[in-house]
Each structure stands twice: as C-alpha cells, then as structure tokens.
C-alpha cells in the first residue's frame, strides 16, 4: 500500500506544548496478579534477576507475566547513561554476576519459555560493553532448554567486535530501539547518537544476514508525523527487518514530559505504511513496547494496531 493510499488522521505531535491532563481511556490498564504471574514473579526473584518489565514500570506487565512471559534484563539495574525517558536507574554499575547466564536459563526452563526476549542496560564501563556477558546469557539459555533468543542490545558504542560476539550466539532476532527522532537525540539520548544506532543494524546485517533485526520508536515526545516517516525510511535502508511503535509514557515527574497522547487511528496509519515499506514484521499501537508479545510480532501476527 503506497503512503499515499493509507488514511492520515490528524497527528498533533509536535506542538511544544506540554500540558498535563488524565490519560485517555485507550491507555487506562487494569490487571491483577494470578497463579501465573506469581509463578514468574516468585522464580525471577529466587534467581535474583531484574526485567524491563520493572524497571522501565511497562503497563503490560500484568498481562505478560500473567501468560509467563518476561523480558530478562542483564547487567545489573544500573545504567551508564542517563536517557530523560527511561526509569532505569543511573550512576556506577556493580560488577557482573558470573552466575547470571545459569540464573537466566534456569528461571526460563521452569517457566517453560519457548521464546525469550534478553536486554540489558548500558554498559559504558566495560571493555566491549558486556557483549561476552550478554552471549553467554543467550548460549546458557539456548543450550538449557532450546528457546529462541531475542537480544534487544544497546549499541556498545558502535562497536563492529562486541556484534560480532553477541551474534556469534546465535540470537534469532537482534533488536536495537532508534527510540526518537534524530532531532530530539540529544534530549532524550544524551550519550546515544541516531547515526550509530542505525549503523549497529546495518552492521548487524552484514556480519549475519540471516539473522532478523528490528527497531522501536517512541511517540509523543514532541516529534512530527515527516519526521517518524523519515525514521521508518532510515530504518528500512538499514535493512531492518522489524518496527515497533508505541507512545511514550513518562514514568515521573522528573523524567521528560509527554508532549501528546497519540490516537490510535495514528498508530494503525504509521503501521500500515510500515508495511507497505517492506518490513516483515510491524507492531504499532499505544500500549506496544519492543518486546511486547515479541514472539507473535516475529512469527508476523497482528500485535497492536
């Protein structure tokens, strides 16, 4: 479908004005916890393990961990970078736990994970910025109970040995977020550059071809409708096999402010020229997150919008 066949409701993203008013009803989440979300709950904390789930206060929480699925984050819940969305904590990491791959196996075993989604936070202070780590993780996991691995990654600084180590693993689908627009980098990414995490998914592709790659990107944060369209352009040069969309919810007060809640006729819009660009595999919708039903998104099903 060309761009200009697909219905363009109204994206007022971009205004500049910052107003603070109840979410709409589209983003009101309700869940309680169960037998299942206990499960996960209970055997992530015996293995002394963290999930973005958590630490980045995602509204799928409920649901994911309600059907046993949970986004593993490595490393540590300390990041070296200080991005103004994101509620991970920032300042001086601990050292790696060496137990941490067995740990990340072993909880996915008992959960009986077919399909796992890795992460992990920034790592700025180690020689390849925990690539070794972050492939142990994924091999421990792979040789414990056969899952297929997806490492969502940071971009170790652009470099062409730490993606190299980590695909050697054999994740089945790499996956680093652009986030935002280039324009807004410097006040949502400080210390991350959108040329370079562009160049870490073409890099990727080049070192392994056959392996899938996807990116992410934010609304609300002030950018324009051109500019997102720019982005889904850049990312598909790149040879980006995969899309996420979702809206930007600030997880404080202290962190950026939402500039606009999106509709979800946007969504559904951006996601059907997703599409008609020539990704394999799109999932746009408000409450969508990278890893969001990560395994229905890679096998091509309808998630979102």
């Known amino acids: 479908m060309a761009d200009t066949d697909v ?6 993203i971009g205004a500049g004005v910052v107003r603070i008013e109840p979410k709409p009803e589209w983003l009101k989440v309700r869940w309680g916890a169960g037998p299942t979300f206990n499960l996960v709950e209970q055997q992530l904390r015996a293995h002394g393990l963290h999930t973005v789930c958590e630490e980045a206060i ?5 649901e994911c961990w309600g059907r046993g699925v949970a986004t593993v984050l490595i490393m540590g819940d300390v990041c070296t970078r200080r991005c103004g969305f994101c509620a991970i904590g920032k300042g001086r990491p601990a050292a ?3 137990n941490e791959p067995a740990h990340v196996a072993e909880t996915s075993a008992i959960l009986g994970a077919r399909y796992l989604v890795i992460t992990s936070v920034d790592r700025d202070d180690l020689p390849d910025g925990g690539a070794s780590h972050f492939a142990a993780c994924i091999r421990s996991v792979r040789e414990r109970t056969g ?3 997806e490492a969502l990654i940071p971009d170790f600084k652009g470099s062409r040995s730490a993606l190299e180590t980590l695909l050697e693993a054999q994740p089945i689908c790499l996956a680093h977020s652009v986030e935002t627009v280039p ?4 006040t949502v990414r400080p210390g991350s550059f959108y040329d370079r995490s562009l160049f870490v998914l073409r890099m990727s592709k080049e070192i392994s071809p056959g392996t899938a790659t996807k990116s992410n ?9 051109d500019g997102v369209l720019r982005v889904i352009d850049d990312l598909r040069e790149a040879r980006c096999d995969g899309l996420t969309i ?12 939402v500039r606009e809640y999106v509709h979800p006729d946007a969504f559904a819009e951006l996601g059907e020229i997703a599409r008609s660009k020539g990704f394999t595999f799109v999932a746009s919708g408000p409450l969508v997150r990278s890893s969001y039903k990560a395994d229905q998104q890679f096998h091509g099903e309808r998630v979102g919008s």
């Not at 219905?7 to 007022?12: L, N, T």
């Open 183 to 186: 324009e807004l980098y410097r």
């Open 246 to 257: 979702g809206q930007y919810l600030a997880p404080s007060r202290g962190h950026l402010p």
């Open 58 to 62: 995602c509204p799928n929480r409920g």
């Open 96 to 98: 790696l736990d060496p």
């Open 217 to 225: 990107i934010m609304l609300g944060l002030g950018e324009t409708r």
């Open 147 to 149: 899952a297929d691995v």
């Open 7 to 12: 219905r363009k409701p109204p994206i007022r």
